[in-house]
C-alpha cells in the first residue's frame, strides 16, 4: 500500500513556474514507476509525465513537452513535476499517481495508461491566469 499526498499548486500568472511535489509513504517507493496526470474543468483526465522507477526513463506529454520535467528522489520518497512557460491551459487538478513495477520494460504506452497505475493522490489545483 502507498500513500501519496500531492503539494505546491497554486494561483499564478501566465509565464509563472511551479513545482509540484508527491510525497509517498513506505519502503517501496523505489519499485514504483511514477505519473502526473491532470484534470480540467470538464475534461477528461490526461497524462502529463511519467518516470521509471530508478529515474533512468522519463515521459512527457506533447502538450506539456520542452516545458514541464519530472523527476524523482528515492531517497526522500518524492516525484516532482518542474512545470515552466506555464498557459492558461494548464490550468487543473494534478494527481500523482504509482504504477507497480514488476520487470519488464517501461514504454511511454505503459506511463500514459491511468489504468495502470495502483495508487492516487488527492490532487493539487494549479491555476494559471491570463
Known amino acids: 500500500q502507498v500513500q501519496l499526498v500531492e503539494s505546491g499548486g497554486g494561483l499564478v500568472q501566465a509565464g509563472a513556474s511551479l513545482r509540484l511535489s508527491c510525497a509517498a509513504s513506505?519502503?517501496?517507493?523505489?519499485?514504483?514507476?511514477m505519473g502526473w496526470f491532470r484534470q480540467a474543468p470538464g475534461k477528461e483526465r490526461e497524462f502529463v509525465a511519467g518516470?521509471?522507477?530508478?529515474?533512468?526513463?522519463?515521459y512527457n506529454s506533447d502538450s506539456v513537452k520542452g516545458r514541464f520535467t519530472i523527476s524523482r528522489d528515492n531517497a526522500r520518497n518524492t516525484v516532482y513535476l518542474q512545470m515552466n512557460s506555464l498557459k492558461p491551459e494548464d490550468t487543473a487538478v494534478y494527481y500523482c499517481?504509482?504504477?507497480?513495477?514488476?520487470?519488464?520494460?517501461?514504454?511511454?504506452?505503459?506511463?500514459?495508461?491511468?489504468?495502470?497505475?495502483?495508487?492516487w493522490g488527492q490532487g493539487t489545483q494549479v491555476t494559471v491566469s491570463s
Open positions: 513506505g519502503r517501496t517507493f523505489i519499485t514504483y514507476n
Open positions: 499517481a504509482a504504477d507497480r513495477f514488476f520487470g519488464g520494460s517501461y514504454s511511454y504506452t505503459r506511463a500514459r495508461t491511468d489504468g495502470n497505475y495502483d495508487f
Open positions: 518516470i521509471s522507477w530508478n529515474g533512468g526513463t522519463t
